[in-house]
């Protein structure tokens, strides 16, 4: 409930009219102050009028009162600035700063119908806890928050990318190498998948791109799929390969059961991203200054789309053959790989290195593409809160993982509007 409390200061969701502190002295609202993620006060700079009197300082919410002794506010100097002590039970008179003078304090009752929304929101088991409400929203409002959820979702991959490079000591084709392997996993093995990028070094493909034979080698070897005993000439030849390769760059290959195939279609087979992957990193040299010279939809299709050595147009796996089937990625797989790849790293390239276009371009992708198939958009459509283009499928996967299954009500301008209806 404290919780509540903080979230209807901040958006002033009380009536002013007749509020006292607990010594009867009228109290008026003028600024509710800057809220405090982190320690200290909960609210910053706020100001208020005590009876004719204005006062500038922070403000601290609790449950009780008798929290603030509980926290050990009374002997922090941090506290010292606090000139209004918010609380739902006074159950202590005269909470005191460690410097000695008394706060006012105010007793804040949750309107009725606000706590009965609250609960209702936070109780529910659904996924999506307002989900038979969404349509109570005004279209306008709907679609200027998915706005900001789709760039609040490019920041966080962004933020992500950053993390990369300061670890990869600004490596951006290293980067483009795990974050396209992890999406390679789509979703199931998309872990297994950044593993296994994590254990190969792109540095060694790289001296082999020359040969799909040793890059496979290379990729199969250390996915831990070269450990079994296989009648299969293609097979014993990659097997014969990696020994070599393993024992030149000290390689230690992974546990092939992180490789998911159980409920996954044939042509989803980590056997078979893998020959794609490979094939891909085969192109030649510098794959990203290829992304940044990119211009449309078409070229990154052309340069994710090359074929895979002969062997896998006959098989999925290595333990039997099939009829002959191209194993490029279909229009769906690209579009995700572009969503989660190559717009992300164009995003992140123009910002770290202020080149606005590539902000621009990536922002113009997701518009372009078409809106993702998943549950989570296909939800959100029976709402009405349609996706009819990438950007607002991944507005709808940000609002449902980010806020919808965290129980973020309160922080979702949907829940926002919600809380104060009937």
């Known amino acids: 409930m404290e919780r509540l409390i903080h979230y209807l200061w901040k958006y002033r969701f009380l009536s002013e009219e007749n509020l006292l502190t607990t010594t009867g002295i009228p109290i008026t609202i003028i600024d509710p102050g800057i809220h405090n993620t982190h320690a200290g006060p909960d609210f910053f700079n706020a100001k208020i009028k005590l009876g004719d009197t204005l ?5 601290e919410i609790h449950t009780s009162a008798s929290d603030w002794y509980k926290h050990g506010h009374h002997k922090d100097k941090a506290y010292n600035s606090v000139i209004l002590h918010l609380i739902e039970k006074n159950d202590w008179e005269g909470v005191i700063t460690q410097s000695g003078r008394i706060i006012p304090q105010v007793i804040f009752q949750v309107p009725d119908e606000i706590e009965k929304n609250y609960q209702y929101l936070l109780q529910t088991e659904r996924s999506v806890p307002c989900l038979d409400r ?3 929203i005004p279209a306008i409002h709907l679609e200027a928050w998915k706005n900001s959820l789709t760039a609040e979702r490019l920041d966080t991959k962004t933020a992500f990318i950053f993390k990369m490079l300061d670890k990869n000591g600004e490596n951006w084709e290293e980067i483009l190498y795990i974050l396209l392997s992890r999406n390679f996993g789509f979703g199931i093995n998309g872990d297994a998948f950044e593993r296994l990028a ?4 792109l540095k060694y493909i ?7 034979l040793q890059v496979e080698s ?4 250390q996915a831990g799929l070269l450990e079994d005993k296989i009648d299969d000439k293609y097979f014993l030849n990659l097997q014969e390969e990696y020994r070599f390769l393993r024992k030149k760059y000290d390689l230690y290959p992974l546990e092939s059961y992180l490789f998911k195939r159980l409920r996954i279609r044939p042509h989803n087979f980590p056997h078979v991203k893998i020959a794609q992957l490979a094939a891909i990193l085969c192109q030649g040299e510098h794959f990203f200054s290829k992304i940044l010279e990119a211009k449309d939809i078409n070229e990154y299709f052309r340069l994710f789309t090359p074929q895979v050595s002969d062997y896998w147009q006959y098989h999925y796996h290595f333990e039997s053959s099939s009829s002959k089937k191209e194993k490029t990625l279909g229009l769906d797989a690209l579009h995700i790989i572009l969503i989660n790849t190559v717009i992300p790293i164009l995003c992140a390239y123009g910002k770290r290195k202020n080149l606005p276009d590539f902000i621009e371009h990536s922002a113009y992708l997701l ?5 993702e ?4 958009v296909f939800l959100f459509n029976m709402t009405g809160m349609k996706a009819n283009n990438a950007a607002a499928s991944q507005a709808l996967i940000q609002l449902k993982k980010e806020y919808c299954e965290k129980k973020e009500c309160l922080f979702c301008r949907i829940g926002h509007k919600l809380l104060s209806k009937p």
């Open 55 to 59: 006062w500038a300082g922070n403000v």
């Open 134 to 136: 969404i349509t109570e």
């Open 198 to 201: 994590s254990n190969l070094p």
């Open 206 to 212: 790289q001296k082999h791109q020359d040969n799909m």
């Open 218 to 221: 290379l990729f199969f070897g």
């Open 367 to 371: 518009e372009t593409l078409p809106a």
């Open 373 to 376: 198939k998943n549950s989570i």
